[in-house]
């Protein structure tokens, strides 16, 4: 199983960026939730959001929420995460993972983890 993230760079606040997470070797694929999560350094792990193979998503924290959407296409096995009007705080690590359980924002749900993209946001 592997999840792939991608898509991370090095851009200036209130640009944007597309991170993708392509999913592969997992069975039934479609019925997993695909979950954001970032570190930033010297912090722990923060959920993003996630989203269900219907597409619902749970809703972002405040201080992404109008900036972040989650999408998905399980033709490509793929979840996305669009983020528009970066700012320098959203700095960090950013994982996509998969789960078959609740719980949307609790990492220790997640069965499979990507291995991180890095998402730098200059002021």
């Known amino acids: 199983v592997q999840l792939q993230a991608s898509g991370g760079g090095l851009v200036q606040a209130g640009e944007s960026l597309s991170l993708s997470c392509t999913v592969s070797?997992?069975?039934?694929?479609?019925?997993?939730?695909i979950g954001w999560f970032r570190q930033a350094p010297g912090k722990e792990r923060e959920g993003i959001s996630c989203?269900?193979?219907?597409?619902?998503?749970?809703d972002l924290t405040d201080s992404m929420k109008g900036r972040f959407t989650l999408s998905r296409d399980n033709a490509m096995n793929t979840a996305y995460l669009q983020m528009n009007s970066l700012k320098p705080e959203d700095t960090a690590i950013y994982y996509c993972?998969?789960?078959?359980?609740?719980?949307?924002?609790?990492?220790?749900?997640?069965?499979?983890w990507g291995q991180g993209t890095q998402v730098t946001v200059s002021s």
């Open positions: 993972a998969a789960t078959l359980g609740r719980g949307c924002l609790l990492s220790f749900n997640y069965d499979y």
């Open positions: 070797g997992l069975p039934l694929v479609d019925y997993y939730v």
């Open positions: 989203i269900s193979s219907s597409g619902g998503t749970v």
